[in-house]
Nanobody, 119 residues
Framework: QVQLVESGGGLVQAGGSLRLSCAASGRTFSSYVMAWFRQGPGKEREFVARITQSGDYTYYADSVKGRFTISRDNAKNTVYLQMNSLKPEDTAVYYC????????????WGQGTQVTVSS
């Protein structure tokens, strides 16, 4: 069983930056594909970014490409989301999630952290 705990959210002005962290429990963190999702007010949850187990490959939603960077430190059981040039439309609850490579379904989810970008 893997437990995920996000941190780093907050209120920031448009154009600013935030760094989200997601700390994972358990010994098998390095075997999981990790991702960030977000859910804005009145919107459905959407994919933001994904990183492979070793961190060699990353994937981004078009809406954040060039502004957000996902990374991971397997020694610290932590995945990060560096968010730059934030826009009001980035306002959402951000969730980290993990899955094995045997499925496309994310089995493990954090509780979420609120990011609010003011204009």
């Amino acid at each position: 069983q893997v437990q995920l705990v996000e941190s780093g959210g907050g209120l920031v002005q448009a154009g600013g930056s935030l760094r989200l962290s997601c700390a994972a429990s358990g010994r098998t963190f390095s075997s999981y594909v990790m991702a960030w999702f977000r859910q804005g007010p009145g919107k459905e949850r959407e994919f933001v970014a994904r990183i492979t187990q070793s961190g060699d490959y990353t994937y981004y939603a078009d809406s954040v490409k060039g502004r957000f960077t996902i990374s991971r430190d397997n020694a610290k059981n932590t995945v990060y989301l560096q968010m730059n040039s934030l826009k009001p439309e980035d306002t959402a609850v951000y969730y980290c999630a993990g899955r094995t490579t045997s499925t496309y379904d994310y089995k493990y989810w954090g509780q979420g952290t609120q990011v609010t970008v003011s204009s």
